[in-house]
Structure formats: structure tokens, C-alpha cells
């Protein structure tokens, strides 16, 4: 099958390093929006036309698969992204199964960190609700943490200063740590040491990158792989600095990027 996987920029290749652990037989089309990231800071209707932009392009490119890599266009448009005559795999329900799971307890605390857009648009604060009715559920907007690894810094001591500063509510004497905590952004993982170190060993981390991975089993179960899978990586601009960051995420040198125009919907 060819998966096509969007992000408004380089931090979904997380979710696409998971993509090609779990499923390698098959084929992906990566497309990071890098010409109009960040979507976490905009309105919840520019992010759903950029989202359906982007989509289009993958399904012109033959995509049978989407893979929405952002929380952020997950969090707002999955919606209208669900019209498309395709299967959309989305993060946010991978994510909240998964902190679900994770929880010592029915009624435990679990924290959802995200840009802003995701915290206010309630997603996971909703799909929580759904599927553990007694859990405590905050939200939390981290938006430093996106460029913190974007410039390369999440094993710095002004990451782990920046978590502290973020959790200063939970770790304070007398706060209440959360027992989960859902990386609710594509950059996160990355940033995973620095936030645990903030946390402490107890608190439990949802990478939603891992369990979108494993969201994919009921399309792709039983089908046979591809006999030569194909990567390409598409991108909406290429001005250089973006590359190291990519390489780093993907754990691979010497990747190339296609630029491409997004069409026009409306
Ligand atoms: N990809 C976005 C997300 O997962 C983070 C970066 C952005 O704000 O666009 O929410």
C-alpha cells in the first residue's frame, strides 16, 4: 500500500520513523507543510484548509492511505478530512487509547502537553472524557518545546529548564504529578528526556507517534507488502535549515526532499 503521511513541517517524521518500524513492507509519501509552519498559533479553519490542501496533493500522488502526523491539523480537521474517499488515521485517538491504557488507576491524572491550538480545540481533553469518564484530564500548551528541537536543543539544560518552568504547577511541593502524560506534538518525542527528567521517573510518556503506528494494523493487516517499497519526502519549501533537524528525527544522513506547491481548494 502507499501511506501518505502529513505534518505542518519535519516533527511528523517521528511519527514516520514509527511508520516504517512497524509496517516497513509498505510504501510512504511524506509531506511536512514547511512553508506555512507553524499551525499550532492558527485558527482552527486556516489549519483545516491547509490540511485538506495537503491531502489532496498525497491523493494526487496516488496515496490509498492518510496518516495525519500533526496534532494540531489532527486536532481540527480530522472532520473534514474524513469526507476524503480514503482511510485518514488521525493521532489523537491512538494517543488517548493509549494514555487510557496507561492509567494506574480509573480516576488517575493525565496530562495532555500540545501547541495551543490543540489544547483549545479540546480533542484529547474529549476523547479522555470518552474513554476513562473519571480520569482527571489537563491540558497543557508547551509551544517552546517545538522550537527547542527544532534548533537541535533537547538535550540541553535549557530544555530541561523550560520543562521545569512549563510543570512548575505539578512538580511544585504540594502539586499533583500527573501519572500519564500524552506528547501531545509531533515534536515531543524528542524531547521526551528533558520532560521526564522534569517530571520524574514515576510519570508514565504516550508517544503518539508509536501507537499511530499501531492505529494502522486494521488497514494494513494481512495485506502483502509491497515488493520494492518506495519513500519520497515532499516538502513546501526547501530552505536548507530544515535538513539537520529532519536528519536527526529520522535517524538517517542523506535525505533529499522534493519541493512541491500545494493546490488551491478554495
Ligand atoms: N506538528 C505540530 C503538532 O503536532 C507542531 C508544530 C506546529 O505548530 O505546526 O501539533
Known amino acids: 500500500l502507499r501511506i501518505g503521511v502529513f505534518d505542518s513541517g519535519i516533527g511528523g517524521l517521528t511519527v514516520l520513523r514509527a511508520l516504517h518500524r512497524r509496517w516497513p ?8 507543510d514547511t512553508a506555512r509552519v507553524p499551525y499550532g498559533t492558527k485558527s482552527p479553519e486556516t489549519v483545516a484548509r491547509y490540511a ?47 494514555a487510557a491504557a496507561a492509567a494506574p488507576t480509573p480516576d488517575a491524572h493525565i496530562a495532555v502537553i500540545g501547541t495551543h491550538a490543540t489544547v ?10 470518552r474513554l476513562l469518564p473519571a480520569a482527571r484530564v489537563t491540558a497543557l500548551a508547551c509551544p517552546l518545546f517545538v522550537a527547542l528541537a527544532d534548533e537541535g536543543w533537547e538535550a540541553t539544560p ?9 510543570f512548575a504547577e505539578w512538580i511544585k511541593d504540594g502539586g499533583e504529578r500527573p501519572s500519564v502524560l500524552v506528547l501531545g506534538c509531533t515534536h ?8 521526564a527528567a522534569a517530571l520524574g521517573p514515576d510519570v508514565r510518556l504516550i508517544d503518539s507517534a508509536e501507537t499511530t503506528a499501531e492505529a494502522l494494523a486494521p488497514h494494513l493487516d494481512g495485506l502483502p507488502a ?7 519526502l515532499l516538502v513546501t519549501d526547501g530552505a536548507p535549515g530544515f535538513l539537520a533537524t529532519a536528519e536527526r528525527i529520522l535517524g538517517r544522513a542523506g535525505l533529499s526532499f522534493d519541493v512541491v506547491d500545494l493546490p488551491a481548494t478554495h
Request: aromatic share 4%; glycine share 6%.
Open 158 to 166: 535549557v530544555a530541561r529548564e523550560v520543562a521545569r518552568t512549563y
Open 52 to 98: 485538506m490542501q495537503a491531502a489532496r496533493l498525497l491523493m494526487d500522488e496516488g496515496v490509498e492511505l492518510l496518516v495525519v502526523a500533526c496534532n494540531t491539523a489532527s486536532a481540527t480537521a480530522l472532520d473534514a478530512l474524513t469526507a476524503l474517499p480514503l482511510p485518514v488515521v488521525g493521532v489523537i485517538e491512538p494517543g488517548a487509547l493509549a
Open 226 to 232: 509491497d515488493t520494492s517499497p518506495t519513500h519520497r
Open 188 to 195: 515531543y518525542p524528542v524531547l521526551k528526556e528533558a520532560i
Open 25 to 32: 513492507g509498505h510504501s510512504t509519501i511524506y509531506l511536512g
Open 120 to 129: 483549545q480545540s479540546g480533542a484529547y481533553q474529549r476523547a479522555l472524557a
